[in-house]
């Protein structure tokens, strides 16, 4: 087979085994569930290390593409707040052991699979930022509070999703209100900038679990 598809075929059972067993899931058991012996493993991806860099970057980027959609939907501002929260929840609800996998390092894990969320975030609050200050009125601070918002609607979703995710206290519906509640008042007060008007959209649909694709789109 080509290189490339048969990689991504390796990465499928990865995530499945993933999936099934958590962030510790073990080369034999991808292997196996692969259909293929290890070597063939360690020939594509060096070692396990290489195999989990290669799994947080395709998903790491597939929840940036997502987001990153999400915001540019042309929808009335309340409606796309709460899209895009949805959005990023339904990417970490949908993939719950690979989100662990990225977010929640092993003791003495040096692929440092941990902390692979943290370049995505960093994406995420810059598109943030310039969502909010390219769309929303907020005086002659516009760009430091465009900043602050940014990088502050970021940790608390990261939080919330984290204990949200965990806990399961309510549903991702009620979960996604709660959020979009906190956020709202002062978003709702601001008028939107002159060059920033969106024609009205129809109402965001939530999210599917499969939102959170495999691959980035672009």
């Not at 993933?18 to 292997?31: C, D, L, T």
């Not at 860099?53 to 915001?71: M, N, P, S």
């Not at 894990?109 to 692979?116: K, L, T």
């Amino acid at each position: 087979m080509d290189p490339e598809p048969r990689r991504e075929q390796l990465l499928n059972a990865a995530d499945r085994v993933v999936q099934r067993e958590g962030p510790a899931a073990s080369m034999n058991a991808i292997a196996a569930e692969a259909g293929i012996t290890k070597p063939i493993l360690y020939r594509h991806f060096g070692d396990r290390n290489g195999l989990i860099r290669a799994l947080t970057e395709r998903h790491t980027g597939g929840l940036l593409a997502a987001v990153r959609a999400a915001l540019a939907e042309p929808l009335e501002r309340r409606d796309r707040v709460e899209h895009v929260l949805d959005t990023y929840l339904a990417g970490i609800e949908s993939r719950p052991q690979v989100y662990r996998l990225l977010t929640h390092p092993e003791p003495g894990d040096p692929s440092g699979a941990g902390n692979a969320l943290a370049p995505a975030l960093r994406q995420i609050a810059e598109e943030i930022t310039r969502a909010v200050a390219g769309q929303v009125d907020l005086g002659a601070d516009r760009e430091l509070l465009a900043e602050v918002w940014g990088r502050a609607i970021t940790g608390m979703v990261l939080a919330a999703g984290d204990w949200w995710l965990e806990s399961r206290p309510c549903s991702r519906t009620r979960m996604v209100q709660a959020l979009a509640d906190l956020l709202w008042g002062r978003l709702a007060a601001a008028a939107d900038l002159p060059t920033a008007a969106l024609p009205a959209g129809p109402a965001p649909t939530p999210a599917p679990a499969a939102e959170f694709p495999d691959r980035p789109t672009g």
